[in-house]
């Protein structure tokens, strides 16, 4: 089409109709990883099952289409599109309640998301890829090829704007419900647009009546109970949900429905989970942590450690945490304060490393989560570059949450190979003494280091680090067997395949609280029978990994829902 052939080119109704469906289609699609991430996570599992059942719903879509495609009509368009806007007015309103239910069909973890996604997205987009080859066949071009030609132009520009829209305008700005009454009003507006200029009185009132559902059901919101507490913040960043929930005198950080800080209002000094304790670890394997200068955490969420290290120590803190909605949240929320010994970096922990000239005494990676870890800080290069970044007592601690032993630990077992392959020592410790899905802390040292718990046991009494790390130091776990896990490289890094035995196990967090509960299943998502956790077997007693706690020795248990 010539410049001149396309400033005269005025879309037809059919033009219209197809565009529309493409930039609605795809918009739902980016749209469905926001919405099932929460239950699910965002694993290569999850996202091939949103991809999967959008193909294969517009294929069929496509191919009922094209046998009824000689009765097309403007009008048989306009009632698809009202049907199309009415299912998405059931998601927005009843979207958890029907990712509840679809997460209770008996399915192998890596397939869990796929009911889900199909309940959720299925109808809406099989009647959405009707409007294709109605269009070809209501289309006044001149054969086949043309028409089909076409259509396709217009579908997949409409496609790449419902793309961009979603991805780059909508989601920063907007909430779920927000986006979908949008997608809503378009569908709808388009479906009474064909209709023009020979109105009936069925069109227009159905086009009045979903309308109104629209609004209903995005003012009502989804129909679920929220037993986490008070809603004090929400909002989707461009990297995932972040919501702040009060719960008493707790505050906690939730990113993609998986808490990750925690901050007693009351005493917000105090480690409400015990995993954040043992970030300081490593001021006992440096030489002297008087001449500790700079620490460096990779992932900031509610700031725990970083406000920690700032208080108790006389050191410079750069923290890199890539989403900037995050570092908001903890400055309105969580009582960051920037200064001259705290400074926020807002980038990626790997670029940052990459491009910084400062070597650290102390560098914490806290980015990972249960079933969300950002692939290209678990591979071998970002370790060796962290180990060339720490000076020569330096100590690095990676947050890792798996299993420490048996089903679910494959994770953790590939990436401490992965770790010890970077560093000349390497340390790991449980903070749990269920043995279940956990935080689980890797430390590696620089230098060629061979401590022992009791050596570690004398210098915590007598280096005064504000902190005492007793129960942390008798936390110690054996060196794991490696030989059955890969060590994870830019070339082959299985991280889904391997967090795969995770999915469905209960995700265990110490709290500091008084009352000790014992761990609950942590998604129905998981499958058919999930295990319940079962407390660490006593010292010496039969599967005891070497050095493990005493059941006594770490602080009561809390549970966390799997965040898919």
Same mark, same amino acid.
């Given at each position: 089409?010539?410049?001149?052939?396309?400033?005269?080119?005025?879309?037809?109704?059919?033009?219209?109709?197809?565009?529309?469906?493409?930039?609605?289609?795809?918009?739902?699609?980016?749209?469905?990883?926001?919405?099932?991430?929460?239950?699910?996570?965002?694993?290569?599992?999850?996202?091939?099952?949103?991809?999967?059942?959008?193909?294969?719903?517009?294929?069929?879509?496509?191919?009922?289409?094209?046998?009824?495609?000689?009765?097309?009509?403007?009008?048989?368009?306009?009632?698809?599109?009202?049907?199309?806007?009415?299912?998405?007015?059931?998601?927005?309103?009843?979207?958890?309640?029907?990712?509840?239910? *679809?997460? *209770?069909?008996?399915?192998?973890?890596?397939?869990? =998301?796929?009911? *889900?996604?199909?309940?959720?997205?299925?109808?809406?987009?099989?009647?959405?890829?009707?409007? =294709?080859?109605?269009?070809?066949?209501?289309?006044?071009?001149?054969?086949?090829?043309?028409?089909?030609?076409?259509?396709?132009?217009?579908?997949?520009?409409?496609?790449?704007?419902?793309?961009?829209?979603?991805?780059?305008?909508?989601?920063?700005?907007?909430?779920?419900?927000?986006?979908?009454?949008?997608?809503?009003?378009?569908?709808?507006?388009?479906?009474?647009?064909?209709?023009?200029?020979?109105?009936?009185?069925?069109? %227009?009132?159905? =086009?009045?009546?979903?309308? #109104?559902?629209?609004?209903?059901? %995005?003012?009502?919101?989804?129909?679920?109970?929220?037993?986490?507490?008070?809603?004090?913040?929400?909002?989707?960043?461009?990297?995932?949900?972040?919501?702040?929930?009060?719960?008493?005198?707790?505050?906690?950080?939730?990113?993609?429905?998986?808490?990750?800080?925690?901050?007693?209002?009351?005493?917000?000094?105090?480690?409400?989970?015990?995993?954040?304790?043992?970030?300081?670890?490593?001021?006992?394997?440096?030489?002297?942590?008087?001449?500790?200068?700079?620490?460096?955490?990779?992932?900031?969420?509610?700031?725990?450690?970083?406000?920690?290290?700032?208080?108790?120590?006389?050191?410079?803190?750069?923290?890199?945490?890539?989403?900037?909605?995050?570092?908001?949240?903890?400055?309105?929320?969580?009582?960051?304060?920037?200064?001259?010994?705290?400074?926020?970096?807002?980038?990626?922990?790997?670029?940052?490393?990459?491009?910084?000239?400062?070597?650290?005494?102390?560098? #914490?990676?806290? %980015?990972?989560?249960?079933?969300?870890?950002?692939?290209?800080?678990?591979?071998?290069?970002?370790?060796?570059?962290?180990?060339?970044?720490?000076?020569?007592?330096?100590?690095?601690?990676?947050?890792?949450?798996?299993?420490?032993?048996?089903?679910? =630990?494959?994770?953790?077992?590939?990436?401490?190979?992965?770790?010890?392959?970077?560093?000349?020592?390497?340390?790991?410790?449980?903070?749990?003494?269920?043995?279940?899905?956990?935080?689980?802390?890797?430390?590696?040292?620089?230098?060629?280091?061979?401590?022992?718990?009791?050596?570690?046991?004398?210098?915590?009494?007598?280096?005064?680090?504000?902190?005492?790390?007793?129960?942390?130091?008798?936390?110690?776990?054996?060196?794991?067997?490696?030989?059955?896990?890969?060590?994870?490289?830019?070339?082959?890094?299985?991280?889904?395949?391997?967090?795969?035995?995770?999915?469905?196990?209960?995700?265990?967090?110490?709290?500091?609280?008084?009352?000790?509960?014992?761990?609950?299943?942590?998604?129905?998502?998981?499958?058919?029978?999930?295990?319940?956790?079962?407390?660490?077997?006593?010292?010496?007693?039969?599967?005891?990994?070497?050095?493990?706690?005493?059941?006594?020795?770490?602080?009561?248990?809390?549970?966390?829902?799997?965040?898919?």
């Amino acid at each position: 089409m010539s410049m001149r052939q396309l400033s005269a080119y005025r879309p037809t109704k059919p033009d219209v109709a197809v565009f529309v469906s493409g930039v609605a289609s795809m918009g739902l699609e980016i749209l469905a990883g926001r919405i099932i991430a929460p239950q699910f996570g965002s694993s290569i599992y999850t996202w091939g099952s949103i991809i999967t059942v959008f193909l294969t719903a517009l294929s069929l879509g496509y191919w009922q289409g094209g046998k009824r495609a000689q009765t097309a009509s403007n009008r048989r368009m306009s009632w698809i599109l009202l049907g199309t806007a009415g299912y998405v007015a059931i998601v927005v309103y009843a979207s958890d309640q029907l990712l509840l239910s *679809a997460s *209770a069909m008996p399915l192998p973890a890596r397939y869990a =998301s796929l009911p *889900a996604v199909l309940i959720l997205f299925g109808p809406p987009t099989y009647l959405l890829g009707f409007i =294709s080859p109605y269009s070809a066949e209501l289309s006044m071009k001149e054969g086949t090829g043309e028409a089909s030609g076409h259509v396709y132009a217009l579908g997949t520009i409409g496609s790449i704007v419902g793309a961009g829209a979603t991805t780059y305008l909508l989601i920063p700005v907007l909430g779920i419900d927000m986006i979908g009454l949008l997608f809503g009003f378009v569908l709808v507006g388009t479906a009474f647009a064909l209709t023009l200029p020979a109105v009936t009185s069925k069109p %227009a009132a159905a =086009s009045v009546a979903i309308a #109104v559902l629209l609004v209903v059901a %995005a003012g009502l919101g989804p129909i679920a109970f929220d037993h986490r507490g008070d809603v004090v913040y929400q909002t989707q960043t461009a990297y995932q949900e972040l919501e702040v929930i009060d719960d008493g005198d707790t505050r906690t950080l939730y990113l993609d429905g998986a808490r990750h800080s925690a901050m007693d209002l009351e005493d917000p000094d105090r480690h409400v989970f015990e995993y954040t304790r043992f970030f300081h670890l490593p001021m006992l394997m440096v030489d002297d942590p008087d001449e500790v200068e700079n620490v460096l955490f990779i992932g900031g969420g509610g700031y725990t450690g970083p406000k920690d290290f700032e208080r108790k120590y006389d050191v410079n803190v750069d923290v890199a945490e890539l989403d900037p909605e995050v570092s908001q949240a903890a400055k309105d929320y969580f009582d960051l304060e920037e200064g001259d010994n705290m400074t926020v970096h807002t980038e990626d922990g790997r670029q940052f490393l990459r491009d910084t000239d400062t070597t650290y005494d102390v560098i #914490v990676l806290d %980015a990972y989560q249960k079933d969300q870890v950002p692939i290209h800080l678990t591979q071998l290069g970002f370790m060796e570059l962290a180990e060339e970044r720490l000076t020569e007592d330096g100590v690095f601690l990676a947050n890792v949450i798996a299993a420490p032993s048996g089903a679910g =630990s494959e994770f953790y077992r590939a990436q401490y190979k992965t770790i010890d392959e970077a560093f000349a020592s390497t340390y790991s410790y449980r903070t749990s003494n269920w043995d279940s899905v956990q935080n689980i802390e890797v430390v590696a040292t620089k230098d060629n280091t061979d401590f022992t718990d009791a050596e570690l046991a004398e210098r915590n009494e007598n280096r005064d680090l504000g902190i005492d790390l007793s129960g942390e130091v008798n936390a110690s776990l054996s060196e794991p067997e490696t030989d059955d896990v890969p060590v994870l490289t830019e070339d082959h890094a299985p991280v889904d395949s391997l967090q795969a035995s995770t999915v469905g196990q209960e995700y265990v967090i110490e709290q500091t609280d008084d009352e000790e509960t014992s761990p609950e299943p942590a998604s129905i998502a998981a499958g058919s029978s999930p295990a319940l956790a079962r407390p660490a077997p006593e010292p010496g007693g039969p599967g005891l990994e070497s050095g493990a706690t005493d059941p006594a020795a770490v602080g009561p248990v809390a549970t966390e829902p799997a965040s898919p």
